[in-house]
């Protein structure tokens, strides 16, 4: 059974642009959950999707968003991008909300904001 | 405010020693309580979890035992070996039905040969 999967792997981008991050949740996997992981503020979660819904947020400025789709997969958005974004960017996923209480991370994103 | 709060920052154990990592919070409302292991250039994995009805829970080398009324928990590796050194992060999280995880901030645990 094929993991959570993040692409893009790395990515850099300079202030002000955009970036999209997409993840694709282990097959069967409804839930899908976004963290930031920073060396400074540790892993923050972010928000989490389910059945296309946005069940909860974190404390994020609304540059960040995130969207599912009717497969599973997710997508987060992060608008003008500040230097403070850089960060490794986690999907995670799990079959329903608090399920077990496992969550499958993928591998993450990891955005360079220059 | 950190919810969770994870000590020490780094460790170094020698392999076969007893590896040790603290937590602490303050939300009594908190009840799910899992750690979770990540190598470099990896995700977190789950370890092991305990709800607060219990005190201790074991798997294996990996041990959590859960202080409800000091609103504490910990994780003890045995025998640690040079394979286990990464970084264990705690968490905690509400029966609400989101997977909102509040992290610890991590300990770099270093297992020398």
């Known amino acids: 059974k094929a993991g959570v999967t993040q692409t893009p792997r790395y990515l850099i981008k300079t202030r002000g642009q955009q970036v999209t991050l997409s993840c694709s949740p282990i097959?069967?996997?409804?839930?899908v959950s976004w963290y930031q992981q920073t060396p400074g503020q540790g892993l923050q979660f972010l928000f989490e999707?389910?059945?296309?819904?946005?069940?909860n947020k974190g404390n994020f400025p609304g540059r960040f968003s995130g969207r599912q789709f009717s497969n599973s997969r997710s997508e987060m958005n992060v608008s003008t991008l500040e230097l403070g974004d850089s960060a490794l960017y986690l999907c995670?996923?799990?079959?329903?909300?608090?399920?077990?209480?496992?969550?499958?991370f993928g591998e993450g994103s990891r955005l360079t904001v220059l | 405010q950190q919810q969770v709060k994870q000590s020490p920052q780094s460790l170094i154990v020698q392999k076969g020693g007893i590896s040790i990592i603290n937590c602490a919070y303050e939300?009594?409302?908190?009840?799910?309580f899992p750690w979770y292991q990540q190598f470099p250039g990896k995700g977190p994995a789950l370890l092991i979890a305990?709800?607060?009805?219990?005190s201790e829970k074991k798997e294996g080398r990996f041990t959590i035992s859960f202080n409800k009324s000091a609103k504490q928990f910990s994780l003890h590796i045995m025998d640690s070996q040079p394979g286990d050194s990464a970084t264990y992060f705690c968490?905690?999280?509400?029966?609400?039905?989101?997977?909102?995880?509040?992290f610890g901030t991590g300990t770099r645990l270093t297992v020398i040969p």
């Open positions: 999707y389910f059945s296309e819904t946005q069940r």
């Open positions: 995670a996923s799990s079959a329903l909300p608090r399920d077990t209480g496992e969550l499958f």
């Open positions: 305990i709800r607060p009805d219990v």
């Open positions: 968490a905690a999280t509400f029966q609400t039905g989101a997977n909102n995880l509040f």
């Open positions: 939300n009594t409302a908190f009840d799910y």
């Open positions: 097959s069967g996997h409804r839930s």
